[in-house]
């Protein structure tokens, strides 16, 4: 082990217990301070935290810290996610109990947290595992089940055979399932939802109001509630006393509709087919075509499959007769269920029609070169102008689109409608290790919320770990018998536990009044420290926490609990850090331990190097041997702090020289503190106090030391937010009373920021001909562009070409043309 560049080891640990003794991070509610609130996205407790982990409370807390520093009363709390498959599945394996596995986990976690320096305040600390808290949980699943907005449907399901549990749709990637890569099948489950859909338009709306989100997830929010504006069309099946509505946002194509397609859930199918000679055939179609997942029957590149019915419907635009086929590209979830198939413009049509020998009319003419049926290749989907369509002829299509809407409608053929994409939030978990959804079912009286007095409704500690098709919890006869509510007769609970994105999508209101055993957050409390000012977490969260968290807000708001409509007010998302080509993480073993880091080099260089690493919003390749760079400049903050120190006695006179010096840290306070504001730019803030800290150097050196102890409080105040041990230890060094962090964050000045202006006189072919005024440190490329853009010297150059153009030692500048 090389000798330390300075004593990290023994100053770390003293500086943590000493914020943790005055309160630093404790959040103080009577304080007339302006409130911030500053929060991470907590983590789930998987076991120890890597490096690529730290970025984000890293970040977090030295934005906390520097908020601490301009005077807010900050408020930064920490718990816990800590409901979820793995803990159980680890369970299974034969581990510990989730509950002791979790816990476990928590410790450990904490304490690298508190290794790191990350300062939070602990008295508020929630574990969404604990029936303190998931009581609440619970509560909050009331409210929507009071309201409507939590209800149970029988539905087609992602199922993972091999986790034994039901996915979001989210969770599945590529037909597999996101944990564990086994494919993915289809199977139909009685299971709980939120109406997450009720609140489709106001989530999309309100994404307006989201000024300081990042626009990359306001845009992936968008594309996921996913609205489309079309009409719906009745059309009669022949001979049938049924109609089949189809939703388009294509009418302008009505006229070019060959086969109309449904998809194999569509409930009237066994009517439709109940004479067809080929019925087997087509329900093994039926059944091939839903074993696929809904996710690779929406794929482009998935092959299109179908069947016809053997029956025909009738085109309400021109009564054409045309076939019924079923396929596996349409979606039940998605708009009706049904496709007037468009063949020459729509993609997915064509395909099919090629591969069935099905019509193909082209409806919408390419103004460019007309359209030959047989020599297509693939759909026409641009605009142009429509052929083949009647009284339409020879419009744009553009245009047609609203008037065959409004015709269609006046004739009661068509219906406008709006159709989203986002589907309900299917919330049930056939899984042990998560919050009890708190039902009752009664022969009597049908599905019976818990009531409120009775939450908990507390998960057993006592089961067997089995990988069932079902939670564990139906294995329990104490939990699952018990008492209707209502008429007291015996009773069954429910025994699906919720997704833990329910647990998340409410935390950050119980961190108000984490303790409070009445009610789950405090009304009052609530809404004077929400929305929160400063969210930081992973991109990954884009869509489901956030939303999620979104729809719960507006549903507590609606319920009158709260007094604010959005949760968040400002969102960064860090990127990820890479190392060896791939995101960090246990499953891929990449990860670098900040332990081991730790103890090399101490907490502040890992912290610093994790700041400096690259624009925080980007992803990063982490670099084990840079990490000695960071260490390395740390060591010279020191060295220069003890310098100054020895020069405390030594007479200091006012040179002219010393103004570089005061110049440099008046800059470097300017910019440190534009690039925290700004877009949390702390790589270039670090690398501007690390220029300060060199120019000090170099300053003592030359023995210009009557603004060093200057440059070296205002280092060790702008770097306290990222390396806050060393600061608070080189504060005192410095003479003067800790906390640092009870310091002002320092002001500057711009007149002293300002650079010296320069008057270099412009000579052209020997004759004077202008003076231009620059910054004492400007470019020779800049002292250029200014010349050239002076109107004398302009006048003076015009048509001729230069030959020469030399600034001669800053204080002339001598053009040859
Ligand atoms: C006829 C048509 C002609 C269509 C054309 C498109 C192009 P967006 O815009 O994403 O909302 N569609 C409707 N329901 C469907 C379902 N359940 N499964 C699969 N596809 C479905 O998509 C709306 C379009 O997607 C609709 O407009 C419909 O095809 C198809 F040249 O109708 B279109
Ligand atoms: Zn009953």
């Not at 520093?69 to 159980?88: C, T």
């Not at 069947?307 to 076939?323: A, L, M, Q, R």
């Not at 359209?371 to 020879?394: D, H, L, P, Q, R």
């Not at 002293?752 to 008057?759: F, G, I, Q, R, S």
Request: charged share 25%; proline share 5%; with cysteine.
């Amino acid at each position: 082990m090389k000798e330390k560049l300075y004593p990290f080891d023994a100053i770390e640990k003293k500086w943590q217990d000493y914020w943790e003794k005055m309160g630093l991070f404790r959040m103080d509610p009577g304080s007339k301070k302006e409130k911030y609130y500053c929060l991470v996205m907590f983590p789930y407790p998987s076991g120890k935290l890597h490096v690529g982990h730290g970025r984000n409370y890293i970040i977090g807390d030295a934005l906390a810290r520097y908020k601490i520093m301009k005077g807010y009363n900050v408020l930064s709390p920490i718990g816990w996610d800590a409901f979820g498959l793995p803990a159980e599945n680890a369970a299974i394996k034969g581990g510990l109990h989730p509950k002791e596995s979790t816990l476990n986990n928590i410790t450990a976690m904490k304490k690298q947290l508190v290794q790191w320096g990350a300062g939070y305040d602990w008295s508020r600390e929630v574990t969404s595992c604990l029936p303190d808290y998931y009581k609440w949980t619970q509560w909050i699943f009331l409210k929507l089940f009071e309201k409507g907005l939590a209800y149970k449907k029988k539905a087609a399901v992602n199922w993972c055979p091999s986790c034994n549990t039901v996915l979001a749709n989210e969770q599945v990637v590529n037909n597999l399932c996101e944990r564990c890569d086994s494919k993915v099948i289809e199977k139909d489950l009685e299971q709980w939802f939120f109406r997450i859909t009720d609140y489709a338009q106001r989530l999309l709306d309100d994404i307006s109001s989201l000024e300081y989100w990042p626009e990359r997830v306001k845009t992936m929010q968008v594309n996921w509630i996913g609205k489309s504006v079309g009409v719906n069309i009745d059309f009669p099946v022949d001979g049938e006393d049924i109609k089949i509505t189809c939703y388009t946002t294509r009418v302008d194509t009505i006229f070019g509709a060959t086969y109309m397609v449904l998809a194999p859930e569509y409930p009237d199918i066994p009517r439709l087919i109940e004479q067809a000679p080929n019925r087997a055939n087509i329900y093994e179609f039926i059944v091939w075509a839903r074993a696929q997942s809904r996710s690779t029957r929406a794929a482009e590149e998935n092959e299109k499959k179908g069947v016809f019915t053997g029956c025909y419907v009738i085109n309400p635009v021109n009564n054409e007769k045309i076939p019924l086929w079923i396929a596996n590209y349409i979606l039940m979830e998605y708009g009706t269920g049904a496709v007037m198939a468009v063949p020459a413009h729509d993609q997915r049509d064509f395909e099919f029609a090629k591969k069935y020998n099905l019509g193909i009319r082209v409806v919408i003419e390419n103004p460019h070169s007309p359209i030959i049926v047989s020599s297509m290749e693939k759909a026409y989907i641009e605009n142009g102008i429509m052929i083949n369509s009647e009284k339409f002829n020879g419009m744009s299509n553009i245009d047609a689109m609203e008037e065959i809407a409004d015709w269609m409608e006046k004739k009661s053929t068509g219906q406008k409608t709006v159709h989203f994409r986002l589907r309900d939030w299917l919330i049930s978990r056939q899984r042990y290790w998560g919050a009890p959804i708190p039902v009752i079912y009664c022969d009597k009286c049908g599905t019976v919320a818990v009531p409120e007095k009775d939450l908990p409704v507390l998960l057993p500690e006592k089961i067997e770990f089995k990988p069932y098709g079902q939670s564990p919890l139906a294995d329990s006869k104490k939990f699952v018998e018990t008492k209707c509510p209502k008429c007291k007769g015996s009773a069954k609970r429910e025994t699906d536990t919720m997704d833990t994105f329910v647990d998340s999508s409410w935390y950050y209101l119980r961190y108000l009044s984490p303790k409070d055993a009445g009610k789950a957050f405090d009304k009052d409390l609530v809404n004077k420290w929400l929305p929160v000012d400063q969210y930081i977490g992973g991109v990954e969260h884009a869509i489901l926490h956030l939303l999620y968290s979104r729809f719960i807000t507006k549903v507590l708001s609606d319920l009158g609990y709260i007094a604010f409509k959005e949760p968040f007010k400002a969102l960064f998302t860090q990127g990820m850090i890479i190392k060896d080509g791939a995101k960090m993480s246990k499953s891929k073993g990449n990860v670098v331990s900040p332990d081991d880091l730790i103890d090399r080099y101490g907490a502040d260089t890992i912290r610093l190097y994790t700041l400096f690493i690259g624009p925080p919003e980007k992803d990063a390749e982490w670099n084990d041997r840079a990490v000695e760079g960071a260490y390395r400049f740390l060591g010279r903050l020191w060295r220069l702090v003890l310098k100054v120190k020895e020069l405390e006695n030594v007479k200091k006179n006012l040179k002219p020289q010393d103004r570089d010096l005061e110049r440099k840290i008046h800059q470097t306070i300017k910019k440190v503190t534009r690039d925290i504001e700004g877009d949390f730019k702390f790589n270039t803030a670090i690398s501007a106090v690390m220029e300060l800290v060199n120019e000090a150097h170099s300053a003592v050196e030359n023995d210009n030391i009557y603004y060093a102890k200057d440059a070296a409080i205002n280092a060790v105040l702008l770097l306290a937010p990222f390396v806050p041990h060393i600061a608070e230890e080189l504060w005192e060094t410095l003479g003067c009373q800790p906390s640092v962090f009870n310091q002002q964050w320092p002001c500057f000045d711009e007149l002293k920021a300002k650079e010296e202006m320069l008057v270099l006189p412009v000579m052209i072919n020997g004759k004077l001909r202008s003076r231009i005024e620059v910054e004492d440190s400007a470019s020779h490329d800049h002292i250029k562009a200014v010349v050239l853009a002076d109107d004398k010297v302009k006048g003076y150059i015009k048509g001729t070409c230069i030959k020469n153009f030399i600034v001669v030692g800053k204080k002339l500048v001598n053009i040859v043309v």
